[in-house]
């Protein structure tokens, strides 16, 4: 063959076209990634691009060719042994690796032991580059020593630089906030790509990894001291009230208070929420605010379970649960409860999976356990209503007492509905968003009045605790014009701040207990709050919210964004106002708790990032040595 006719660099052009190629046709034969749209395909298709350029593209600093090629076969089976790893690992997991599965053991014995029935001969195809670079190798002569001209190179770099700007552009526009939400593996390595994916994984573990390395226990003595001063004792009236019954939690995804006895162009927008507001064995909290960050419905739960502060530059489920925590679920597993989450979506989505291990929740009954009938899904996946119904399906099976928690999903952004869904007519303001909001606000409140006669149906209501709450906002500042037709009044920083309250309801069958708690709380506290129902002790916990019956408790409320409510004020968009009246008043009223709200996030992120938990022995309230 005369080597004229193949340019000096075919054997790079050739592994990088293979990888590609190849790579694309394993996402779509060998995981089941969703795409619903040209775009995303589009997506999908260029994303495996850009690091193969810059990885394999180091071999144009390499002066010998025999070298290059050596390089160019090393990186093609790097490559394909992540990929192979990976198909191998989504076999069992459904789900993509991620550093820490590699170093958790008990993931690996399930693995090890079939692993080999899993390997077919097939499987070779996911080594074809690294087989077709070394054919090429052997069949297209070695081109004469040289190492590519510098603006050869310069020209190749900023081509690959280009596709990676493209590729997160567009990834960037199709799913805003990708990266700092994070929020699923499958939706980044449809974006990045899968080894993008790979190095973005590397760069997160390590980072957490280092400023973990550095904390020791005398760093908890910190935060520990600083909890028990801001601790303040249960109400005993309310201890142990429901003990021994199963506690039922369900998340009412994106409800916001605004919405609970109000109406709209004449309609009832929460019907039963609203009758539960009056009823005599429920506790309603119409003071009650969200916290949570950029991890939305994982942060609402992440409060729940470990009463500590989401983080607030990361989704906390995806940034820290290789963590140690002391969750609530983990309570009441060591009181003898069995513990689950029911949630119809995958697993993977905010790292559920991971972040439920370590919190020590039994089960995961996520998308898998749901079987979703003709006309049962809608806009984000199954109807709360039918979702409802194979719940409790489930927790008949369950052991009891049980904790199970339900997430629902249709009061979802962008709150689509089928026609015969719809119980209300939309708004009518300029705001589609904000107009459809109440249809499926309405239909989430139908929901829960179904799961209520479904519990009563299957003879689990009487022995139950059931708690709602809303997890965060579902009309976003964006919304704010619509929102002040709607409310009949300018959205100031003060009106921003009062709409982040989120229903918070505690139904205690039987017990008379009813009535409407205007004290101001948030879901730091519902972890304390709960436990003390149920008499499990938490008094040596570090926990940052208090028991919302507990007649001392300090009603100041921080945002995970530093807003915060007192009783008297309200600080929001750096300028404090007047709790009831609105109006704006002098800096030095909201002074005093600026500081102190900023060290309750300081202290709760130190928790967190340090990891101080492994140093905490639960059972004693004491330290712990770790060499
Ligand atoms: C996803 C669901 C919604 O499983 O919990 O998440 P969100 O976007 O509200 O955080
Ligand atoms: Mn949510």
């Avoid at 170093?103 to 899993?118: H, I, K, P, R, V």
């Avoid at 919210?545 to 507990?550: H, M, P, Q, S, V």
Wanted: hydrophobic share 40%; glycine share 6%.
């Amino acid at each position: 063959m005369n080597s004229k006719k193949w340019p000096t660099h075919s054997i790079l052009a050739i592994a990088v076209l293979a990888t590609w190629l190849k790579t694309y046709i394993v996402y779509k034969t060998g995981f089941s990634i969703t795409i619903d749209n040209f775009m995303q395909e589009f997506i999908l298709f260029l994303s495996p691009l850009s690091l193969l350029l810059f990885l394999y593209g180091a071999a144009l600093f390499m002066k010998k060719p025999a070298n290059r090629n050596r390089y160019l076969v090393a990186m093609t089976l790097v490559t394909s042994i992540i990929l192979y790893a990976n198909i191998a690992f989504y076999r069992f997991f459904s789900d993509f690796i991620t550093l820490p599965v590699l170093f958790q053991t008990d993931n690996f014995g399930d693995l090890g032991s079939s692993a080999a029935a899993s390997i077919f001969l097939t499987d070779i195809f996911y080594f074809s580059d690294v087989i077709l670079v070394l054919i090429a190798i052997k069949f297209i002569p070695v081109a004469k020593e040289e190492v590519a001209s510098v603006s050869g190179r310069r020209a190749y770099f900023i081509l690959s630089g280009a596709v990676l700007f493209l590729n997160l552009g567009l990834a960037e526009a199709e799913r805003p906030q990708l990266l700092t939400r994070s929020f699923d593996r499958e939706m980044l390595v449809k974006n990045i790509g899968m080894y993008n994916y790979h190095l973005y994984d590397v760069y997160i573990q390590s980072k957490s990894q280092a400023q973990r390395a550095l904390a020791d226990s005398s760093e908890l003595v910190e935060v520990n001291n600083y909890v028990r001063t801001h601790h303040v004792d249960p109400s005993p009236d309310m201890t142990g009230i429901a003990e021994g019954k199963n506690l039922i939690i369900v998340t009412l995804e994106s409800m916001q208070t605004f919405t609970i006895n109000a109406e709209m162009n004449g309609e009832t927008v929460t019907p039963f929420l609203n009758g539960l507001t009056e009823d005599e064995d429920t506790i309603y909290f119409p003071n009650f605010y969200h916290q949570t960050g950029l991890g939305k419905t994982s942060d609402s739960e992440f409060l729940l379970e470990n009463s500590l502060y989401p983080l607030g530059g990361s989704a906390v489920f995806f940034t820290h649960a290789g963590n140690t925590y002391n969750s609530m679920a983990e309570k009441l597993g060591n009181q003898g409860y069995s513990t689950n989450v029911q949630h119809a979506n995958t697993k993977s989505f905010w790292n559920r999976d991971m972040m439920y291990d370590s919190m020590n929740i039994d089960e995961f009954l996520d998308i898998q356990s749901y079987e979703i009938g003709e006309g049962q899904a809608v806009n984000w996946g199954m109807k709360d209503i039918p979702f409802f119904e194979q719940s409790v399906a489930h927790m008949k099976e369950m052991p009891q007492p049980f904790y199970s928690r339900l997430i629902t999903l249709t009061n979802h952004y962008p709150f689509t509905l089928d026609e015969e869904d719809k119980m209300i007519d939309e708004f009518d303001s300029n705001s589609g968003t904000l107009n459809r909001f109440f249809q499926t606000t309405r239909y989430l409140d139908e929901a829960v009045k179904e799961l209520f006669d479904e519990l009563k149906a299957q003879g689990l209501y009487e022995n139950s605790v059931i708690m709602l709450y809303g997890d965060h906002y579902g009309i976003s500042e964006n919304h704010n014009a619509a929102m002040a037709q709607y409310l009949g009044k300018e959205i100031t920083p003060y009106e921003s701040a009062q709409l982040q309250r989120v229903p918070f309801f505690i139904h205690i069958p039987g017990s008379g207990e009813g009535h409407v708690n205007e004290k101001i709380g948030a879901q730091i506290d519902m972890r304390p709050t709960l436990l003390n129902l149920l008499g499990v002790d938490t008094e040596s916990d570090v926990q940052f919210g208090n028991d919302l019956f507990a007649p001392e408790k300090e009603e100041f409320v921080v945002f995970r964004d530093g807003r915060f409510v007192t009783k008297e004020y309200v600080y929001a968009g750096n300028s404090c106002y007047e709790n009831g009246t609105g109006d704006l008043i002098d800096q030095s009223f909201c002074e005093p708790y600026i500081d102190e709200a900023v060290a309750k996030l300081e202290y709760s992120d130190k928790m967190i990032i340090k990891d101080l938990l492994r140093f905490y022995d639960e059972e004693t309230g004491e330290l712990i040595d770790i060499e």
